[in-house]
């Protein structure tokens, strides 16, 4: 069964940087285009960024273009998100999601705190 | 990228039917096939009820169903039950080559 889990959320300082990470397992990882979709407290989900099957073309919201940078490694199955100069706003459950057009699996998502 | 427009609550008793709506734009729910569904408990990931506007995948039960008219989308739920009552999201994607969610509604089984 397919399985996603995030890992690298904590506690960062506004200005700050952290990398989340999401394993894979369950499915060909290398043919299928990855999501990172955020929600933060109490709040709806909100489309962060994707990045296509091959790791070549990436894709960003607004919020977080020139921020964020989505990767991949398939030879590890994992997933990537480099978050810089973050913000209090980006306070938010992060989930790693399989899918091109539409996202079929999430994880259980990974908390993020930005706070000082 | 404006998310897209739903109700913030809905309600129904167990055994009727309720829709969602969700409204968007031309360059997203007007313009897309890919608009998709997903279902949230508290405390929960999203589950997928509805892709591609109105098909199902393998699972969900038949109680669900979507449909399309200009810039918006409905999540039809027939046969209210209990463990229906959760959060639901609409998604479509955009001539941007992004994605966009709604709001986000509660349905409330009374």
């Known amino acids: 069964q397919v399985q996603l889990v995030e890992s690298g959320g904590g506690v960062v300082q506004p200005g700050g940087s952290l990398r989340l990470s999401c394993i894979a397992s369950?499915?060909?990882?290398?043919?299928?285009?990855m999501h990172w979709v955020r929600q933060a407290p109490g709040k709806g989900l909100e489309w962060v960024t994707f990045?296509?099957?091959?790791?070549?073309?990436?894709y960003y919201a607004d919020s977080v273009k020139g921020r964020f940078t989505i990767s991949r490694d398939n030879s590890k199955n994992t997933l990537y998100v480099q978050m810089n100069s973050l913000r209090t706003e980006d306070t938010a459950v992060y989930y790693c999601?399989?899918?091109?057009?539409?996202?079929?699996?999430w994880g259980q998502g990974t908390l993020v705190t930005v706070s000082s | 990228q404006s998310a897209l427009t739903q109700p913030a609550s809905v309600s129904g008793s167990p055994g009727q039917s309720i829709t969602i709506s969700c409204t968007g734009t031309?360059?997203?729910?007007?313009?897309?096939?890919?608009v998709s569904w997903y279902q949230q408990h508290p405390g929960k990931a999203p589950k997928l009820m509805i892709y591609?506007?109105?098909k199902r995948p393998s699972g969900v039960s038949n109680r669900f169903s979507g449909s399309k008219s200009g810039n918006t989308a409905s999540l039809t739920i027939s046969g209210l039950q209990a463990e229906d009552e959760a959060d639901y999201y609409c998604?479509?994607?955009?001539?941007?080559?992004?994605?966009?969610f709604g709001g986000g509604t509660k349905l409330t089984v009374l």
């Open positions: 591609d506007v109105s």
């Open positions: 999601a399989k899918g091109g057009i539409s996202i079929d699996y």
């Open positions: 990045v296509r099957d091959d790791g070549i073309n990436k």
């Open positions: 369950g499915f060909t990882f290398s043919s299928y285009g």
């Open positions: 031309s360059t997203d729910v007007g313009g897309s096939n890919f």
């Open positions: 998604s479509s994607y955009t001539s941007s080559s992004t994605w966009v």
